[in-house]
Protein backbone atom coordinates (compact mmCIF):
# COMPACT_ATOMS: atom_id res chain seq x y z
CA UNK A 1 0.00 0.00 0.00
CA UNK A 2 1.28 3.71 -0.34
CA UNK A 3 2.34 5.14 2.81
CA UNK A 4 1.73 8.73 3.48
CA UNK A 5 3.37 11.09 5.91
CA UNK A 6 2.29 14.42 7.90
CA UNK A 7 4.42 17.35 7.18
CA UNK A 8 5.86 19.04 9.84
CA UNK A 9 8.34 22.65 10.66
CA UNK A 10 9.58 21.64 7.44
CA UNK A 11 9.68 17.82 7.65
CA UNK A 12 7.93 14.76 6.55
CA UNK A 13 7.22 12.22 9.34
CA UNK A 14 5.06 9.07 9.93
CA UNK A 15 3.46 10.93 12.77
CA UNK A 16 2.29 8.87 16.64
CA UNK A 17 0.52 6.20 14.94
CA UNK A 18 -0.91 5.04 11.23
CA UNK A 19 -4.36 4.20 9.97
CA UNK A 20 -5.41 2.52 6.13
CA UNK A 21 -7.45 4.79 4.18
CA UNK A 22 -10.18 2.84 2.54
CA UNK A 23 -10.83 3.13 -1.48
CA UNK A 24 -14.64 4.23 -2.17
CA UNK A 25 -14.55 2.49 -5.53
CA UNK A 26 -14.36 -1.01 -3.66
CA UNK A 27 -14.21 -0.56 -0.32
CA UNK A 28 -10.67 -2.41 0.34
CA UNK A 29 -8.06 -0.67 1.76
CA UNK A 30 -4.96 1.19 -0.29
CA UNK A 31 -2.97 3.39 1.38
CA UNK A 32 -1.73 3.83 5.28
CA UNK A 33 -2.18 7.21 6.34
CA UNK A 34 -0.11 9.23 9.68
CA UNK A 35 -2.81 9.28 12.60
CA UNK A 36 -1.58 12.86 14.50
CA UNK A 37 -2.01 12.80 17.86
CA UNK A 38 -1.41 15.11 20.84
CA UNK A 39 1.99 15.14 20.51
CA UNK A 40 2.09 15.75 16.68
CA UNK A 41 -0.73 18.39 17.25
CA UNK A 42 1.64 20.03 19.93
CA UNK A 43 4.85 20.04 17.62
CA UNK A 44 2.92 21.10 14.89
CA UNK A 45 1.40 24.17 16.25
CA UNK A 46 4.66 25.49 18.38
CA UNK A 47 6.44 25.32 14.57
CA UNK A 48 3.86 27.31 13.33
CA UNK A 49 4.43 30.05 16.18
CA UNK A 50 8.18 30.03 15.88
CA UNK A 51 7.37 30.59 12.15
CA UNK A 52 5.30 33.14 13.02
CA UNK A 53 7.16 35.18 15.62
CA UNK A 54 11.32 33.98 15.20
CA UNK A 55 11.87 32.56 11.34
CA UNK A 56 12.35 34.24 8.08
CA UNK A 57 8.50 34.01 7.60
CA UNK A 58 7.87 37.44 10.47
CA UNK A 59 10.27 39.03 8.53
CA UNK A 60 9.31 39.07 5.00
CA UNK A 61 7.69 41.77 3.05
CA UNK A 62 4.18 41.23 1.95
CA UNK A 63 5.29 41.22 -1.40
CA UNK A 64 8.25 38.48 -0.74
CA UNK A 65 4.95 36.33 0.30
CA UNK A 66 3.03 37.02 -2.18
CA UNK A 67 5.84 35.71 -5.01
CA UNK A 68 5.88 32.61 -2.67
CA UNK A 69 2.30 32.01 -2.91
CA UNK A 70 2.73 32.24 -7.02
CA UNK A 71 4.90 29.67 -6.98
CA UNK A 72 2.58 27.62 -4.82
CA UNK A 73 -0.06 28.41 -7.88
CA UNK A 74 2.30 27.00 -9.84
CA UNK A 75 3.37 23.76 -8.97
CA UNK A 76 -0.67 23.28 -8.26
CA UNK A 77 -1.05 23.94 -11.91
CA UNK A 78 1.27 21.61 -12.87
CA UNK A 79 0.65 18.94 -10.74
CA UNK A 80 -3.21 19.08 -10.94
CA UNK A 81 -3.96 15.95 -12.81
CA UNK A 82 -1.63 13.74 -10.34
CA UNK A 83 -3.27 15.73 -7.58
CA UNK A 84 -6.63 14.62 -8.90
CA UNK A 85 -5.89 11.37 -9.67
CA UNK A 86 -5.10 10.83 -6.10
CA UNK A 87 -8.20 12.90 -4.50
CA UNK A 88 -10.49 10.26 -6.98
CA UNK A 89 -8.42 7.37 -4.91
CA UNK A 90 -9.10 8.44 -1.87
CA UNK A 91 -12.44 10.17 -1.82
CA UNK A 92 -14.09 8.30 -4.96
CA UNK A 93 -14.83 11.85 -6.48
CA UNK A 94 -14.90 11.45 -10.28
CA UNK A 95 -11.70 12.33 -12.56
CA UNK A 96 -13.88 14.66 -14.57
CA UNK A 97 -14.44 17.12 -11.29
CA UNK A 98 -11.49 16.51 -9.49
CA UNK A 99 -9.46 17.36 -12.47
CA UNK A 100 -11.44 20.53 -13.92
CA UNK A 101 -11.90 21.89 -10.04
CA UNK A 102 -7.93 21.33 -8.99
CA UNK A 103 -6.93 22.87 -11.94
CA UNK A 104 -9.11 26.13 -11.34
CA UNK A 105 -7.54 25.96 -7.23
CA UNK A 106 -4.55 27.46 -8.86
CA UNK A 107 -6.37 30.40 -9.18
CA UNK A 108 -7.05 31.07 -5.80
CA UNK A 109 -3.72 30.87 -4.59
CA UNK A 110 -2.76 33.16 -7.33
CA UNK A 111 -5.82 36.15 -6.50
CA UNK A 112 -4.13 35.79 -2.30
CA UNK A 113 -0.90 35.68 -4.07
CA UNK A 114 -2.00 39.61 -5.73
CA UNK A 115 -3.38 40.40 -2.68
CA UNK A 116 -0.74 40.35 -0.08
CA UNK A 117 0.33 43.43 -0.25
CA UNK A 118 -2.53 45.09 -0.50
CA UNK A 119 -3.83 44.46 2.59
CA UNK A 120 -3.84 48.21 3.88
CA UNK A 121 -4.00 50.09 6.67
CA UNK A 122 -5.87 53.81 7.50
CA UNK A 123 -4.81 57.02 8.42
CA UNK A 124 -7.67 58.52 11.07
CA UNK A 125 -8.66 62.06 10.76
CA UNK A 126 -8.72 62.46 14.38
CA UNK A 127 -10.18 64.69 16.49
CA UNK A 128 -7.14 65.93 18.11
CA UNK A 129 -4.89 68.78 16.87
CA UNK A 130 -1.80 67.35 17.88
CA UNK A 131 -2.05 63.43 17.26
CA UNK A 132 -1.06 61.59 14.02
CA UNK A 133 -3.46 58.38 14.27
CA UNK A 134 -3.46 55.52 11.86
CA UNK A 135 -4.56 51.25 11.88
CA UNK A 136 -2.15 48.70 10.90
CA UNK A 137 -3.53 44.83 9.84
CA UNK A 138 -1.63 42.37 11.20
CA UNK A 139 -1.62 38.46 11.09
CA UNK A 140 -4.05 37.34 13.91
CA UNK A 141 -1.51 35.12 14.41
CA UNK A 142 -1.94 30.29 14.13
CA UNK A 143 -4.36 29.26 12.18
CA UNK A 144 -5.55 25.68 12.71
CA UNK A 145 -7.56 24.93 9.15
CA UNK A 146 -9.94 21.67 9.58
CA UNK A 147 -10.90 20.40 6.20
CA UNK A 148 -13.39 18.23 5.02
CA UNK A 149 -12.44 15.31 2.75
CA UNK A 150 -14.70 16.64 0.09
CA UNK A 151 -13.38 19.03 -2.45
CA UNK A 152 -10.08 19.29 0.16
CA UNK A 153 -8.02 21.15 -2.53
CA UNK A 154 -10.59 23.68 -3.17
CA UNK A 155 -11.46 23.87 0.91
CA UNK A 156 -7.83 24.11 1.63
CA UNK A 157 -6.88 26.77 -0.57
CA UNK A 158 -9.93 29.44 0.07
CA UNK A 159 -8.26 29.29 3.89
CA UNK A 160 -4.63 28.36 2.96
CA UNK A 161 -4.44 31.29 0.44
CA UNK A 162 -5.83 34.19 2.12
CA UNK A 163 -4.24 33.43 5.75
CA UNK A 164 -0.48 33.22 4.21
CA UNK A 165 -1.44 36.75 1.85
CA UNK A 166 -2.23 37.97 5.63
CA UNK A 167 1.31 36.99 7.04
CA UNK A 168 -0.15 34.00 9.25
CA UNK A 169 1.29 30.79 9.34
CA UNK A 170 -0.98 27.47 9.79
CA UNK A 171 -1.72 23.68 10.64
CA UNK A 172 -3.80 22.07 8.22
CA UNK A 173 -5.74 19.24 9.49
CA UNK A 174 -6.98 17.23 7.13
CA UNK A 175 -9.84 14.41 7.37
CA UNK A 176 -9.59 11.30 8.47
CA UNK A 177 -11.40 10.18 5.58
CA UNK A 178 -9.54 10.48 2.06
CA UNK A 179 -6.80 12.50 3.45
CA UNK A 180 -4.17 11.83 0.74
CA UNK A 181 -4.42 14.89 -1.92
CA UNK A 182 -4.02 17.49 1.07
CA UNK A 183 -0.81 15.62 2.34
CA UNK A 184 0.88 15.16 -1.27
CA UNK A 185 -0.60 18.94 -1.06
CA UNK A 186 2.48 19.20 1.55
CA UNK A 187 4.96 18.35 -0.95
CA UNK A 188 4.10 21.22 -2.95
CA UNK A 189 4.39 24.03 -0.50
CA UNK A 190 7.73 22.23 0.52
CA UNK A 191 9.10 23.02 -3.14
CA UNK A 192 7.67 26.54 -3.64
CA UNK A 193 10.22 27.17 -0.40
CA UNK A 194 7.97 28.25 2.08
CA UNK A 195 10.18 28.69 5.38
CA UNK A 196 9.95 25.66 7.86
CA UNK A 197 6.95 25.60 10.10
CA UNK A 198 4.70 28.24 8.13
CA UNK A 199 2.13 25.46 6.82
CA UNK A 200 2.22 22.30 8.91
CA UNK A 201 -0.14 19.61 7.59
CA UNK A 202 -1.27 16.63 9.39
CA UNK A 203 -4.55 14.06 9.77
CA UNK A 204 -6.10 12.10 12.70
CA UNK A 205 -9.45 11.75 14.11
CA UNK A 206 -11.50 14.13 16.34
CA UNK A 207 -11.21 13.69 19.65
CA UNK A 208 -7.41 12.95 19.35
CA UNK A 209 -6.48 15.41 16.61
CA UNK A 210 -8.87 17.85 15.81
CA UNK A 211 -10.23 19.07 19.52
CA UNK A 212 -6.51 19.30 20.59
CA UNK A 213 -5.60 21.50 17.58
CA UNK A 214 -9.04 23.85 17.82
CA UNK A 215 -8.22 23.91 21.76
CA UNK A 216 -4.39 24.63 21.59
CA UNK A 217 -3.29 28.00 23.50
CA UNK A 218 -1.39 28.99 20.76
CA UNK A 219 -3.99 29.11 18.22
CA UNK A 220 -5.70 32.37 17.66
CA UNK A 221 -7.97 31.26 14.45
CA UNK A 222 -10.19 27.83 13.94
CA UNK A 223 -11.18 27.94 10.10
CA UNK A 224 -13.57 24.43 9.63
CA UNK A 225 -15.82 23.42 7.22
CA UNK A 226 -17.75 20.55 8.43
CA UNK A 227 -21.11 20.12 10.14
CA UNK A 228 -22.61 22.00 12.70
CA UNK A 229 -22.10 19.10 15.33
CA UNK A 230 -18.43 19.40 15.01
CA UNK A 231 -18.51 23.04 14.23
CA UNK A 232 -20.24 22.67 18.15
CA UNK A 233 -17.37 20.86 19.80
CA UNK A 234 -15.14 23.15 17.99
CA UNK A 235 -16.37 26.39 19.56
CA UNK A 236 -16.40 24.82 22.96
CA UNK A 237 -12.75 24.41 22.51
CA UNK A 238 -11.78 27.53 21.33
CA UNK A 239 -12.95 28.71 24.61
CA UNK A 240 -10.08 27.70 26.14
CA UNK A 241 -7.53 29.68 23.94
CA UNK A 242 -10.59 32.41 23.08
CA UNK A 243 -9.79 31.75 18.91
CA UNK A 244 -11.39 33.92 16.58
CA UNK A 245 -13.69 31.28 14.11
CA UNK A 246 -14.60 31.22 10.69
CA UNK A 247 -16.75 28.17 10.23
CA UNK A 248 -18.60 27.03 6.96
CA UNK A 249 -21.21 24.22 8.24
CA UNK A 250 -22.91 22.95 4.80
CA UNK A 251 -26.67 23.79 3.68
CA UNK A 252 -29.66 22.47 2.62
CA UNK A 253 -30.15 24.74 -0.03
CA UNK A 254 -33.75 25.70 -2.47
CA UNK A 255 -33.56 25.41 -5.55
CA UNK A 256 -36.43 27.20 -6.98
CA UNK A 257 -38.49 27.09 -10.22
CA UNK A 258 -40.82 28.99 -11.78
CA UNK A 259 -43.07 28.45 -14.74
CA UNK A 260 -41.63 31.21 -16.69
CA UNK A 261 -37.83 29.58 -16.58
CA UNK A 262 -36.14 27.94 -18.91
CA UNK A 263 -37.05 24.19 -17.95
CA UNK A 264 -34.11 22.63 -19.85
CA UNK A 265 -31.48 25.11 -18.52
CA UNK A 266 -32.99 24.65 -15.36
CA UNK A 267 -33.00 20.81 -15.47
CA UNK A 268 -29.30 20.62 -16.30
CA UNK A 269 -28.55 23.22 -13.50
CA UNK A 270 -30.62 20.80 -11.10
CA UNK A 271 -29.23 17.52 -12.36
CA UNK A 272 -25.27 19.43 -11.95
CA UNK A 273 -26.20 20.56 -8.57
CA UNK A 274 -27.39 18.22 -6.97
CA UNK A 275 -26.02 14.50 -8.65
CA UNK A 276 -22.32 16.35 -9.27
CA UNK A 277 -19.69 15.21 -6.88
CA UNK A 278 -22.40 12.44 -6.15
CA UNK A 279 -24.50 14.69 -3.85
CA UNK A 280 -21.28 15.32 -1.81
CA UNK A 281 -20.87 19.29 -2.22
CA UNK A 282 -22.01 22.05 0.92
CA UNK A 283 -24.06 23.94 -1.73
CA UNK A 284 -26.11 20.88 -3.47
CA UNK A 285 -29.24 22.65 -4.41
CA UNK A 286 -30.71 19.28 -2.31
CA UNK A 287 -34.38 20.68 -1.91
CA UNK A 288 -36.27 21.34 -5.76
CA UNK A 289 -39.23 23.84 -4.98
CA UNK A 290 -41.14 23.95 -8.29
CA UNK A 291 -44.21 25.73 -9.63
CA UNK A 292 -46.99 23.51 -9.19
CA UNK A 293 -48.27 24.16 -13.25
CA UNK A 294 -44.65 23.17 -13.99
CA UNK A 295 -43.81 20.33 -11.55
CA UNK A 296 -45.19 17.34 -13.46
CA UNK A 297 -43.28 18.52 -17.20
CA UNK A 298 -39.91 19.21 -15.15
CA UNK A 299 -39.68 16.07 -12.84
CA UNK A 300 -40.44 14.28 -16.15
CA UNK A 301 -37.09 15.55 -17.41
CA UNK A 302 -35.04 15.53 -14.16
CA UNK A 303 -36.21 11.68 -13.72
CA UNK A 304 -35.24 10.96 -17.58
CA UNK A 305 -31.58 12.65 -17.16
CA UNK A 306 -30.91 11.06 -13.96
CA UNK A 307 -31.80 7.78 -15.14
CA UNK A 308 -29.23 8.03 -17.91
CA UNK A 309 -26.85 9.15 -15.42
CA UNK A 310 -23.42 6.72 -16.06
CA UNK A 311 -22.53 5.43 -12.71
CA UNK A 312 -18.68 4.01 -12.49
CA UNK A 313 -15.51 3.78 -11.26
CA UNK A 314 -14.38 7.25 -10.35
CA UNK A 315 -10.99 7.11 -12.78
CA UNK A 316 -13.13 6.41 -15.69
CA UNK A 317 -13.93 9.59 -17.45
CA UNK A 318 -16.93 8.82 -18.86
CA UNK A 319 -18.15 8.18 -15.56
CA UNK A 320 -20.95 11.09 -14.34
CA UNK A 321 -21.65 9.85 -10.87
CA UNK A 322 -19.26 7.78 -8.52
CA UNK A 323 -19.42 6.07 -4.99
CA UNK A 324 -19.54 7.42 -2.08
CA UNK A 325 -16.80 8.26 0.03
CA UNK A 326 -17.60 6.25 3.29
CA UNK A 327 -19.83 3.12 3.78
CA UNK A 328 -21.66 5.32 6.73
CA UNK A 329 -23.11 7.97 4.20
CA UNK A 330 -25.35 5.30 2.31
CA UNK A 331 -25.93 3.80 6.10
CA UNK A 332 -27.35 7.70 6.40
CA UNK A 333 -29.52 7.97 3.47
CA UNK A 334 -31.08 4.23 3.60
CA UNK A 335 -32.44 5.73 6.69
CA UNK A 336 -32.86 9.44 6.00
CA UNK A 337 -35.07 7.74 3.19
CA UNK A 338 -36.70 5.04 5.03
CA UNK A 339 -37.68 7.88 7.44
CA UNK A 340 -39.36 9.91 4.40
CA UNK A 341 -41.19 7.10 2.99
CA UNK A 342 -42.49 6.41 6.44
CA UNK A 343 -43.90 9.84 6.93
CA UNK A 344 -45.46 9.36 3.18
CA UNK A 345 -43.07 10.51 0.74
CA UNK A 346 -42.59 8.58 -2.06
CA UNK A 347 -39.00 7.71 -4.47
CA UNK A 348 -39.45 8.92 -7.72
CA UNK A 349 -36.45 7.09 -8.73
CA UNK A 350 -33.59 5.72 -7.27
CA UNK A 351 -33.40 5.18 -3.63
CA UNK A 352 -31.58 2.11 -2.82
CA UNK A 353 -28.08 1.22 -2.88
CA UNK A 354 -26.26 0.40 -5.86
CA UNK A 355 -25.42 -3.63 -5.36
CA UNK A 356 -21.61 -3.87 -6.38
CA UNK A 357 -18.50 -3.64 -4.76
CA UNK A 358 -17.98 0.02 -3.43
CA UNK A 359 -20.09 2.71 -1.86
CA UNK A 360 -22.54 3.24 -4.27
CA UNK A 361 -26.02 4.90 -4.20
CA UNK A 362 -27.87 6.23 -7.70
CA UNK A 363 -29.07 9.34 -8.36
CA UNK A 364 -32.71 9.33 -6.30
CA UNK A 365 -35.44 12.11 -6.38
CA UNK A 366 -38.14 11.95 -3.66
CA UNK A 367 -41.19 13.37 -3.88
CA UNK A 368 -42.40 15.38 -0.94
CA UNK A 369 -45.36 17.00 -1.67
CA UNK A 370 -47.57 18.24 1.31
CA UNK A 371 -45.39 16.54 3.67
CA UNK A 372 -43.45 19.46 5.22
CA UNK A 373 -42.34 16.64 8.06
CA UNK A 374 -40.13 14.88 5.83
CA UNK A 375 -36.94 14.60 6.99
CA UNK A 376 -35.41 14.57 3.65
CA UNK A 377 -36.34 18.25 3.49
CA UNK A 378 -34.37 18.99 6.57
CA UNK A 379 -32.05 17.14 7.29
CA UNK A 380 -28.36 17.05 5.00
CA UNK A 381 -28.39 13.75 2.87
CA UNK A 382 -24.46 14.09 1.98
CA UNK A 383 -25.82 12.12 -0.92
CA UNK A 384 -27.41 12.69 -4.88
CA UNK A 385 -30.81 12.80 -3.14
CA UNK A 386 -33.46 15.44 -4.46
CA UNK A 387 -36.10 16.11 -2.38
CA UNK A 388 -39.49 17.75 -4.08
CA UNK A 389 -42.29 20.11 -3.13
CA UNK A 390 -44.33 22.51 -5.36
CA UNK A 391 -45.94 25.92 -4.75
CA UNK A 392 -48.48 27.98 -6.19
CA UNK A 393 -46.97 31.74 -5.41
CA UNK A 394 -43.74 33.63 -5.26
CA UNK A 395 -44.75 34.46 -1.14
CA UNK A 396 -45.64 30.64 -0.90
CA UNK A 397 -41.67 29.73 -2.96
CA UNK A 398 -39.93 32.40 -0.78
CA UNK A 399 -41.21 30.82 2.54
CA UNK A 400 -40.42 27.65 1.72
CA UNK A 401 -37.22 28.28 0.62
CA UNK A 402 -36.82 29.75 4.32
CA UNK A 403 -38.25 27.35 6.40
CA UNK A 404 -34.91 25.54 6.95
CA UNK A 405 -32.22 25.84 9.84
CA UNK A 406 -29.32 26.60 7.00
CA UNK A 407 -28.65 29.38 4.81
CA UNK A 408 -25.67 28.80 2.49
CA UNK A 409 -26.64 28.64 -0.94
CA UNK A 410 -29.72 28.85 -2.97
CA UNK A 411 -31.06 28.76 -6.58
CA UNK A 412 -33.66 30.76 -8.83
CA UNK A 413 -34.64 30.05 -12.08
CA UNK A 414 -36.84 32.83 -13.61
CA UNK A 415 -37.63 34.65 -16.59
CA UNK A 416 -38.56 37.82 -14.43
CA UNK A 417 -36.17 40.04 -13.90
CA UNK A 418 -37.95 41.77 -11.40
CA UNK A 419 -39.11 38.97 -9.33
CA UNK A 420 -35.72 37.57 -9.28
CA UNK A 421 -34.89 40.91 -7.15
CA UNK A 422 -37.17 40.52 -5.26
CA UNK A 423 -35.86 36.60 -4.19
CA UNK A 424 -32.77 37.71 -3.54
CA UNK A 425 -33.58 40.32 -1.06
CA UNK A 426 -35.74 37.49 0.30
CA UNK A 427 -33.64 33.96 1.04
CA UNK A 428 -32.11 33.90 3.85
CA UNK A 429 -28.75 32.52 2.30
CA UNK A 430 -24.96 33.82 2.09
CA UNK A 431 -25.32 32.85 -1.86
CA UNK A 432 -28.14 33.73 -4.33
CA UNK A 433 -27.71 32.17 -7.72
CA UNK A 434 -30.14 33.16 -10.74
CA UNK A 435 -30.29 31.24 -13.66
CA UNK A 436 -27.10 29.27 -12.82
CA UNK A 437 -25.31 27.42 -10.05
CA UNK A 438 -22.36 26.40 -8.01
CA UNK A 439 -20.21 29.31 -9.92
CA UNK A 440 -17.47 30.09 -7.43
CA UNK A 441 -14.36 32.76 -8.20
CA UNK A 442 -11.71 33.40 -6.03
CA UNK A 443 -12.74 36.90 -5.93
CA UNK A 444 -16.50 36.55 -4.81
CA UNK A 445 -17.10 35.89 -1.05
CA UNK A 446 -18.41 32.16 -0.15
CA UNK A 447 -20.45 31.53 3.40
CA UNK A 448 -23.76 31.28 5.14
CA UNK A 449 -26.34 32.61 7.42
CA UNK A 450 -28.24 30.41 10.50
CA UNK A 451 -26.53 27.26 10.79
CA UNK A 452 -24.63 27.25 7.90
CA UNK A 453 -21.96 29.25 9.41
CA UNK A 454 -20.23 32.62 9.71
CA UNK A 455 -17.09 34.26 7.88
CA UNK A 456 -16.31 34.30 4.68
CA UNK A 457 -14.23 32.34 1.92
CA UNK A 458 -12.93 33.81 -1.13
CA UNK A 459 -12.78 37.64 -2.19
CA UNK A 460 -11.00 40.14 0.19
CA UNK A 461 -13.22 39.86 3.09
CA UNK A 462 -11.53 36.80 3.67
CA UNK A 463 -7.87 38.03 3.83
CA UNK A 464 -8.80 40.35 6.43
CA UNK A 465 -10.58 38.18 9.08
CA UNK A 466 -6.96 36.40 8.77
CA UNK A 467 -5.99 40.08 10.16
CA UNK A 468 -6.21 41.96 13.61
CA UNK A 469 -6.51 45.43 13.81
CA UNK A 470 -3.86 48.00 15.56
CA UNK A 471 -4.44 51.25 16.76
CA UNK A 472 -1.53 53.60 16.51
CA UNK A 473 -1.12 57.07 18.15
CA UNK A 474 1.37 59.56 17.13
CA UNK A 475 1.65 62.74 19.56
CA UNK A 476 3.16 65.21 16.72
CA UNK A 477 3.74 68.40 19.72
CA UNK A 478 7.20 69.36 20.99
CA UNK A 479 5.28 70.80 24.14
CA UNK A 480 5.94 68.63 27.43
CA UNK A 481 3.39 66.82 28.71
CA UNK A 482 1.35 68.64 31.46
CA UNK A 483 1.81 66.84 35.27
CA UNK A 484 -2.01 65.58 35.32
CA UNK A 485 -1.95 66.04 39.03
CA UNK A 486 -1.60 69.87 38.40
CA UNK A 487 -4.88 71.59 38.43
CA UNK A 488 -5.05 75.00 36.09
Not at 340 to 368: M, Q, W
Request: glycine letters at 10%; one cysteine or more; charged letters at 20%.
Amino acid sequence: MRRFQSYIDGAFTDGDARFESLDPATGQPWAEMPEAREGDVDRAVRAAHRALHEGPWASLTPTARGKLLYRLADLVAENAQALAELETRDTGKIIRETAAQIAYVAEYYRYYAGLADKIEGAVLPIDKPDMEVWTRREPIGVVAAIVPWNSQLFLSAVKIGPALAAGCTLVVKASEDGPAPLLELARLIHEAGFPAGVVNVITGFGPTCGAVLSGHPLVAHVAFTGGPATARHIVRQSAENLASTSLELGGKSPFLVFADADLESAANAQVAGIFAASGQSCVAGSRLLVERSVKDRFLALLIEKASAVAIGAPLDRATEVGPLCTRRQIENIDKLVARSVAAGAKVLTGGAAVEREGFFYPPTIIDCDGIPSAPALQEEFFGPVLSVVSFETEAEALRLANDTAFGLASGVFTGSLTRAHRLIRGIHAGVVWVNTYRAVSPIAPFGGFKLSGHGREGGLAAALDYTRTKTVWLRTSDDPIPDPFVMR
